[in-house]
């Protein structure tokens, strides 16, 4: 059996948000949909959030029943937690491709144990090269020089290819080909393709507030200030240097091969195709499944007995559906 929903589309893989803590402060962070106003950030090291015993019963149960066989780990920063490792080894035997998303801080001093649990690659956020914006932007002091120290260690475990994650604001644009040299310069000195750079664009506060769907409770605000970027001049400069174009299934995500370097470009937002191509359910970090980032009036509590989790997945197939549409008058009804 597969998880498709009512719009044709399979899942073929889980996010999970592994705490709600992070030891950044990024000024654009949506927390995963999470955001809690009265939320604020912590440093210390993180045990709490969803167990790991349901990580690893969830990923058991998506595998063996509807053969999702790809995970990927996210927070806050999914470093903060210590059981990381063991989380990975016990859900390695049923995936094909286990990844996770952090901000490269702790990633030096753990990337070859994780490798060693099973980890296959890593994301890496890093919008800009200079430590004073870095600083802006992380709402932090000194944490670019651990990034890059991060990134070169997750190359040297083989956690490849790593993908650099920039958030492109007005306060970053400039930075693009800074950022296209340095990861070409680490291609050069690694191999081809062991970095992949992605331009990512802002989620628009003011869209979510004033959508239908109410996702205004998911942001920051603290961060209402950050312009967002026209990425049509942003893509047009990579295709007048491209040599190739392509066009991942995900999300509808164009790919520019460029000298030395790939550069995906990722737009949520307005972005109907986004919607369209998504093959991706999500689970919080306090044990609900969450069909979609934007949306928070659907989530579906999850349980501890292997059938009710499956259960409550073939449940939440039937809550998607794309942002970029009218809602259901009427939801279907929650099993028991």
Do not use: W
Request: charged letters at 30%.
């Amino acid at each position: 059996m597969r998880l498709i929903d009512r719009y044709g589309r399979e899942i073929t893989s889980l996010r999970f948000s592994l705490t709600r803590k992070c030891n950044l402060n990024c000024i654009y962070c949506h927390h995963e949909g999470e955001f809690d106003d009265n939320e604020e950030c912590h440093h210390e090291d993180d045990e709490s959030g969803i167990s790991a015993d349901l990580v690893v019963r969830v990923a058991k149960v998506a595998s063996q029943r509807f053969s999702v066989r790809k995970v990927k780990f996210s927070g806050g920063e999914p470093l903060l937690r210590r059981d990381l490792p063991d989380i990975i080894q016990h859900i390695r035997a049923y995936e094909d491709d286990i990844s996770l998303t952090t901000n490269g801080t702790l990633l030096s001093i753990c990337a070859e144990e994780l490798a060693d649990a099973g980890l296959d690659r890593v994301n890496i956020s890093i919008d800009t090269l200079n430590a004073e914006k870095y600083d802006i932007i992380t709402r932090t002091k000194g944490n670019l020089s651990r990034v890059i120290d991060g990134i070169h260690a997750a190359i040297s475990s083989n956690l490849t290819p790593v993908k650099l994650n920039m958030v492109v604001l007005d306060l970053n644009k400039d930075d693009i080909d800074e950022m296209m040299d340095f990861v070409r310069g680490l291609n050069a000195e690694y191999g081809d393709d062991s970095v992949i750079l992605q331009l990512i664009e802002l989620v628009p506060f003011h869209v979510a507030e004033s959508n239908s769907n109410d996702a205004a409770g998911f942001f920051n605000k603290s961060a209402s200030g950050v312009s967002n970027v026209d990425f049509r001049e942003i893509e047009e400069m990579l295709r007048l240097n491209a040599k190739a174009m392509a066009t991942r299934p995900l999300q509808h995500r164009r790919k520019y091969f460029i000298d030395g370097l790939t550069v995906e470009v990722v737009k949520p937002m307005d972005n109907s195709a986004f919607c369209m191509h998504c093959k991706r359910l999500r689970i919080t970090s306090d044990g609900k499944i969450k069909p979609c980032l934007l949306r928070n009036d659907n989530l579906v509590p999850l349980c501890e007995d292997e059938d009710c989790i499956a259960e409550r997945l073939i449940y939440a197939m039937k809550l998607r559906e794309p942002f970029y549409c009218e809602k259901n008058e009427s939801p279907p009804s929650r099993p028991r």
